[in-house]
């Protein structure tokens, strides 16, 4: 690589992002890849995964996934709201666009249930009419399957509960409260319930319904839990919507990796003052450790960082600015409702900076909360540094352009850029990640040179689809690639599901 050596942080994980899990007829466990838009089916043996249906294709936002009699697949199309059926010919139907953001779902014989994962949601069976509505005020429901009762089990993701219903209708009755968050429920081959939890922990709640009634807590320490699903010598696999892969869980909590696990982003990167590399990774804020991924807090829908001491800024794209204390845990919102707030820094004055993309907007935000706006028109700005002097630079992706704000007046210092989104200012030198060819321009900011490096890779490659909100709930973020500078001319780049550390080609 040209000026830079380029090296990755982590290594690369197959399945970015892994969500509902079902073997399908061939044996293969198929994984619904909500982020990516994917779905794939990995080989237990051998950790081979296969992209089965790929981005781009009818299914948006994959949630989860069952298997019909006649060896269909059913998805979830969570973001869009429709329910789709791959025949066995690979051919896609449209079985309803009537849900609002249905998750779980489940095939019995030939009849296919879902649940929506809303507040106030519904329990619905889907056929050739209308959907028949088994029950309604589901607490946002998830993962759900039919137990050795013949009864439909499902979890309550709002109230920490998990509830049966005949598959018929009736009503639903509680079979396990003070669940810790439930997010999945999946009986093994002997009839023990099994509930997943999207903690940080990764608890699995067993409960012996139909034997002992005992209840019993195993932690594998996997991070925001998923999906499970049991083979026929009753293994139990798991996925994880924060770090992907797929690992099998023994019933004592320990685990061993089919595919491996790392960043559904990456999104923005930070370095603090000690060397430590943040990462915001949509569903959490982690860190890369000796080529693997730790996740510090799961904080969903973090996508700009920026660190300041023991605190973290953050931005999501569907409208917030939080500060995290790494020393308390405590989350203190800044600002909401803004449209699609992405890159943010901290001046001198320990105001928060940040790119409004949505709004073309740069705002600060003050010790008080108090929001400022720095300058206004731009097209779509993506992020925010400054100099050594207190002036700030804006790239503005829309526009292709680098911008030096002039007491709130835009100055253009680089141009005819092909979508330029994470910059970064060291030494005198300001670098910016220029995606739309894959490389990184610096540019003296003393002298104006400019000189272009080829990058190995890009950045995260999700689709970016219109709507980043259904139903009042969020969908699939846009990537954009985040870039944060470290001493000695070293910089941090979010790439394809990785962080690159860039180091000047004269250094070792």
């Not at 909100?469 to 969020?474: E, L, R, V």
Request: proline share 7%.
């Amino acid at each position: 690589m040209n000026g830079f050596h380029a090296r990755s942080l982590t290594r690369p994980t197959p399945l970015r992002g892994s969500n509902g899990v079902a073997f399908g007829p061939d044996g293969r466990l198929y994984v619904a890849q909500f982020l990516a838009g994917e779905i794939s089916a990995v080989d237990l043996a051998t950790g081979d995964v296969e992209v089965v249906v790929p981005a781009g294709g009818p299914v948006q936002a994959p949630d989860d996934l069952a298997f019909g009699a006649d060896g269909s697949m059913y998805l979830t199309d969570l973001v869009p709201g429709r329910v789709w059926r791959r025949q066995p010919d690979t051919t896609f139907t449209l079985v309803t666009d009537q849900v609002r953001l249905p998750n779980g779902i489940a095939c019995v014989g030939d009849r296919l249930f879902v649940n929506e994962m809303v507040p106030g949601g519904r329990l619905l069976e889907l056929g050739e009419a209308e959907p028949k509505v088994l029950t309604g005020g589901l607490a946002m429901g998830n993962a759900m399957q039919l137990g050795p009762d013949g009864a439909l089990y499902y979890p309550h993701m709002l109230t920490g509960e998990v509830f049966r219903i005949p598959p018929d209708g009736g009503t639903p009755e509680l079979v396990a409260a003070d669940v810790h968050e439930p997010v999945a429920v999946r009986f093994d081959l002997g009839g023990v319930l099994h509930v997943l939890s999207r903690g940080a922990a990764g608890i699995v709640t067993r409960i012996d319904l139909f034997s002992t009634g005992d209840r019993e807590l195993v932690t594998s320490g996997l991070s925001g839990l998923d999906n499970a699903a049991f083979d026929p010598e009753n293994r139990m696999f798991v996925s994880s919507f924060a770090a992907g892969g797929i690992t099998e869980l023994h019933p004592d909590g320990r685990t061993r990796e089919i595919t491996p696990r790392g960043f559904a982003g990456p999104y923005g990167v930070t370095v603090d003052f000690g060397g430590t590399v943040h990462v915001a990774d949509h569903y959490r804020v982690a860190e890369p450790r000796d080529g693997d991924v730790a996740t510090t807090e799961l904080l969903t829908f973090t996508h700009g960082i920026a660190a300041d001491g023991d605190l973290l800024h953050l931005t999501s794209q569907y409208g917030q600015v939080r500060t995290y204390d790494r020393a308390t845990r405590a989350v203190r919102t800044r600002a909401d409702g803004l449209d699609q707030p992405l890159g943010i820094a901290v001046d001198a004055d320990d105001a928060l900076v940040v790119a409004e993309a949505g709004a073309g907007r740069v705002l600060a935000i003050d010790a008080d909360d108090e929001i400022s706006v720095l300058t206004s028109g731009l097209g779509r700005p993506v992020d925010v540094a400054a100099d050594d002097e207190g002036h700030w630079y804006v790239s503005d992706e829309a526009h292709g352009t680098v911008y030096r704000l002039d007491d709130g007046t835009p100055i253009p210092v680089a141009v005819d850029l092909d979508a330029p989104q994470g910059i970064a200012v060291s030494d005198g030198r300001l670098y910016v990640a220029e995606t739309g060819t894959g490389r990184l321009i610096t540019l003296d900011l003393a002298t104006g040179e400019t000189t272009a490096t080829d990058l190995p890779a890009g950045p995260p490659s999700f689709r970016d689809l219109p709507a980043l909100k259904a139903h009042g709930i969020p969908g699939v973020p846009r990537p954009f690639a985040g870039l944060a500078a470290a001493p000695g001319q070293s910089l941090y780049l979010t790439a394809e599901g990785t962080i690159l550390h860039l180091t000047p080609a004269e250094h070792p």
